[in-house]
């Protein structure tokens, strides 16, 4: 051994800190101010370089991007740990499921974790969703926007395949009532039902093609357009950058105030999920029974309003309403296209006012429209039904709120709101009633008892 | 517009450190109930028993049982097979088995085939209740256990299975079997009579109602009440309840089972008998039986047959002693094939 090599390698080991920090970073650059700026990049190539006081404030965009991310994050990363132990064939399935819950390390947790991360995700979209409608954010940003709906599909969609991968009763048979919804879908509703379920019923087809969609396909095509989602924001001028926006307007620095602000809710979020994830374990049912359904079966909660509507009439529950809504919204930003107001909450004061008035008429609507409809409905024939049901009804006001809006306000914007907040209420309302449904369908009022089997 | 930067920045990281406490928090939380199972703490505590040899370490037990499902019972009842841990002086999850286990230890039976609950859970309000119901597994009191039996045994003469037997014995004799009959579906020559193959689903309460008042549960009901027949012998009544338990439980599909079952399943096919060569009964009239061997009398093929027996080609129909018995079969042996004007 020669003297010189110890010195060498003595001499590099006591220089190590200094050669890993320069040397892992790229371009080796040793200068720390220079370093510093190369880290911020990444965050800038997310963020524009300054936002105004109104992106940073709290109730401007209500951070349900973030925690929709955050929440998507947790999903993945608890997802492929439930991967590992996670068996996709009708015979081992639950008893997979039952190793994860009680034997696996944390695997009651893990998947607790998923499975509120999942509901979670699913509400905020659609909060998310709402609050774009709501303050306007939609204009200049048609492509996000239409981004933003693919999203929506794509996390609706995991969410569904995801419900019946337990393969326990509940999973089955929900996932049995909302694919058959889709045979009120006119031409391609069957072809989209078989194609989906590999059959014509829920069977170990199924399951695998779900697990293939929820583990693989989902996945991959939400995280191509949140990619895109993202890339538009920065684009499109940034997080809630209004187009209003006065010129002389003071302007901070993405760094930190934004970005903390962020990071701050990041944490919050997955400390809020793992809290609820600690202590309220993600229920496993009862083993699936092929021959017996539970009576009633009802879809997960973000179909139970198509479920519900469906009971009123299956063309119109299952059909004209649920797809007007889509075709309102993939239109929305297309066909309002007004930069008054655009990213204040309910738009300019007129608008306001029309929001208002078309809530309680809704809600008041509603009321009457299912008061009315459980009265009279026994007496109805088919066409009749149709005809006269919660749905039709509140669709037929959602168009009059729509040109009644439009005309009192004299803008585009106060049309689409007033549909909207019409719409928006007869969703609610039959989820609520989705909800309080009993046996053989039949509504039951809060805390009332159900009848028991024969 | 009252935004200070610099404040804003320095709260911003005071937040950012809090936030991130918090979440160390929860974290370190989620890590303490994660070590502090329930099995866990049940195998410190036989530890501390001191019925563990020290250095031995404990962990999941589990083994696949005769009807293939995981069985974790074991590893909080971590005595049960062991002799010095007899008497009501061992705490609960650790006392031995009371009644003798005999073959079932070696043939792999397990904990869940006669108790039912959940065995691959680890928490005991899971694992003591029917799979998803939260509710506890009925099975898992005195004297109803004996339904279990049936899972895999007929109703014979085995030590500990004496009620369910009665409970078979009372089904035929009561006559339960003209109106609600096991074979055909269930359903008998009249379309009448709940199908009692489900009936074991009920509470107790109920079938009891149904039995000592039939109109109680079911206004329309047309069936006799059995008060009289159990009005001093409340006995009598459990041991009937327990054989109709014993009906709704899967068979269990295990290879002592098949084996078990297959012993006069073709019972009251002609091969059952008349195996021997040319269509001969094979020989003595000798059974296991208790139905056969308690009207040895009335089923002796001799009596009709005094030479040889008739072979299978020779036979018109079935013969009618047989057909006649057959619903005495079908209390305890399922499958039995369908056969003309049985």
Known sequence: ?454 | MGFDARKDALRLRAGLLLSALALALVFLLVAFRGCRTEWRSHQDAFRELGAVPAGRELGIAQFENCVGEVDRCTTCHLGVTRADLAGEEIPLPFRAHPAPLAHHVKNRVGCSVCHGGTPRALESRTAHAAPGTGRTDPLHRLPHIQASCARCHLPGDRPGMERLKNGARLYLSLGCAICHPLTRGGRGGWDFGTDLRSIGRRSLAYLEASLVDPAANFPQSTMPSFAHTFEKNTEALVDLLIYLESLVLERSGGECNRRTRSQGLAMANCTTCHSGEAGRACGRFEHRCPYILERKDQLDCTRCHPGSMPGPDEHKGFCPVIREHRRGCSACHDGLPEVEGS
């Open chain 1, 1 to 454: 051994m020669k003297p010189s090599f110890f010195s060498a390698l003595l001499s590099n080991l006591r220089s190590l800190p200094g050669a890993l920090r320069s040397g892992l970073r790229p371009g080796g650059d040793p200068a720390p101010a220079l370093g510093q700026r190369m880290r911020r990049n990444f965050i800038y190539h997310l963020h524009v370089l300054k936002v105004s006081a109104r992106t940073l404030h709290p109730l401007t965009t209500l951070g349900l991007g973030v925690i929709t991310a955050t929440l998507f994050f947790v999903l993945v990363v608890t997802g492929i740990l439930l991967m590992i132990y996670y068996l996709p064939t009708s015979r081992q399935a639950y008893e997979s499921m039952q190793d994860i819950q009680y034997a696996v390390a944390l695997g009651g947790f893990t998947r607790a974790l998923h499975r509120w991360a999942a509901h979670g995700m699913v509400l905020v979209i659609l909060l998310h969703l709402f609050r774009v409608v709501f303050t306007g954010s939609y204009r200049r940003r048609e492509l996000n926007w239409i981004l933003g709906i693919g999203l929506g599909f794509c996390t609706l969609g995991l969410a569904f395949t995801g419900y019946l991968l337990p393969w326990d009763q509940l999973s089955f048979w929900a996932v049995s009532v909302s694919t058959a919804m889709l045979d009120n879908v006119p031409l391609i509703g069957g072809c989209i039902k078989s194609l989906l379920l590999g059959g014509e019923i829920v069977s170990s087809a199924t399951l695998l093609r779900f697990y293939t969609l929820h583990v693989a396909l989902l996945p991959a095509g939400l995280l191509l357009f949140l990619a895109l989602h993202f890339w538009r924001i920065r684009k499109d001028g940034g997080l809630a950058a209004s187009a209003t926006l006065p010129e002389d307007a003071k302007m901070f620095p993405a760094w930190p105030h934004l970005v903390l602000r962020e990071a701050i809710l990041v944490l919050l979020v997955l400390a809020v999920v793992c809290l609820v994830s600690a202590f309220v374990k993600a229920p496993l049912g009862v083993p699936l029974d092929f021959h017996t359904p539970g009576n009633p079966e009802k879809a997960p909660w973000y179909f139970l309003w198509v479920q519900e509507a469906v009971s009123y009439s299956s063309v119109v529950g299952g059909f004209v309403f649920p797809g007007l809504l889509l075709f309102g919204l993939l239109l929305l930003p297309f066909l309002e296209r007004e930069d008054r107001g655009v990213g204040t909450w309910f738009g300019p004061r007129q608008c306001r006012r029309a929001v208002v008035v078309a809530l309680a008429a809704s809600v008041l609507a509603f009321l009457v429209f299912e008061a009315l409809f459980v009265t009279a409905a026994d007496g109805l024939d088919p066409l009749a039904r149709d005809l006269f049901n919660p749905a039709t009804g509140m669709l037929v006001l959602a168009v009059a709120a729509f040109v009644l809006g439009g005309w009192l306000t004299g803008s585009t914007r106060g049309a689409f709101l007033s549909g909207f907040v019409v719409m928006l209420v007869a969703v609610v309302g039959f989820t609520v009633m989705g909800l309080l449904r009993g046996p053989d369908w039949v509504f039951y009022l809060p805390g009332e008892a159900w009848p028991g089997g024969i």
